[in-house]
């Protein structure tokens, strides 16, 4: 199966060797972002509800340019700096989300790159049965 990257100007680049998103078949595997506002570069202020909105515009936008939308996504995996941040990043989060809403693991970790309080990454399936 041919794979193929999925890059966006709309959505930070990537700061290592990977990339934003690889689209394999009708599978879109998009990379864990983290609340970095594209435009300036900085870490998005405010607590876990707000970096949360941060990172789910950035995956839609990855997922844009895939020809998708957050519709599309079927698992998310959630990494948190601080787990008691659980409600403030779900209350967030379920703005962005409907019903059949995706599966979901949520994860503490220890550290975050740049010290932020979320990362997601997410698995979205796009076009044609």
């Known amino acids: 199966m041919k794979k193929e990257e999925i890059k966006t100007n709309h959505a930070p680049a990537a700061i290592g060797p990977y990339s934003q998103a690889v689209r394999a078949g009708r599978f879109i595997f998009l990379s864990g972002q983290i609340p ?58 379920a703005e962005f989300f409907k019903a059949p809403y995706p599966a979901r693991a949520t994860i503490e970790a220890a550290r975050l790159p740049k010290n932020v309080e979320i990362e997601i990454e997410a698995v979205a399936v796009v076009g044609e049965k």
Not at 41 to 54: D, M, V, Y
């Open 36 to 93: 970095i506002e594209p435009s300036t570069g900085e870490i998005a202020s405010g607590g876990a509800g707000a970096q949360t909105r941060q990172v789910l515009r950035n995956l839609q936008s990855v997922l844009e340019a895939a020809g998708g939308t957050l519709n599309n996504i079927v698992k998310t995996t959630v990494y948190l700096k601080d787990i008691s941040n659980l409600q403030e990043m779900n209350s967030a989060y």
